[in-house]
């Protein structure tokens, strides 16, 4: 029964896709940005100078799908280990490289990121706290900031 269920629906997908007068855009031409996110975890993220300021350690996610922060990790020297800070995913600018791995540009300068809130100190889910992160980084959140609204889920 399974089985019978499987090719009835990969025949409607083929059905689908094959479908006269369809306009199915290539996703480059939609307006869609696709990111592989085995080749963003662990990509360099540069300041605009070039300078390396870490490397991408996650990303955080919302309850709507929306990528809203990359983790980024400073490095460390010697006895200290660096740490992690969240930056607005909206403030990266990624594209491929050569290797087809991501080239990744925060837009803020090098002092901003090593002066920026560590990860645990910000509450994203809060908000409020996620909005004053993206303000600290130069951008606006992406939803309506209102007073009184409530937290993220």
């Known amino acids: 029964m399974n089985k019978m269920w499987a090719v009835v629906a990969v025949v409607l997908v083929l059905g689908l896709g094959f479908a006269t ?37 996650d990303l955080v996610v919302d309850s709507q799908g929306h990528v809203d922060f990359a983790i980024v990790s400073q490095p460390g020297f010697e006895e200290f280990l660096g740490r992690l800070v969240a930056v607005p995913f909206s403030s990266l600018m990624i594209s491929e490289g050569k290797s087809q791995q991501a080239q990744v540009v925060l837009h803020a300068d090098q002092e901003k990121f090593y002066e920026a809130p560590s990860w645990g100190d910000k509450n994203l889910a809060d908000r409020q706290q996620a909005a004053s992160l993206d303000r600290y980084f130069g951008v606006s959140p992406y939803w309506p900031e209102k007073t009184g609204q409530a937290p993220r889920q």
Do not use: E, H, N
């Open 21 to 57: 007068g369809s306009q199915a855009k290539p996703m480059s031409q939609s307006g869609l940005r696709i990111y592989d996110t085995t080749k963003l975890i662990g990509s360099k993220v540069k300041s605009p100078d070039g300078v390396t300021l870490g490397q991408i350690f």
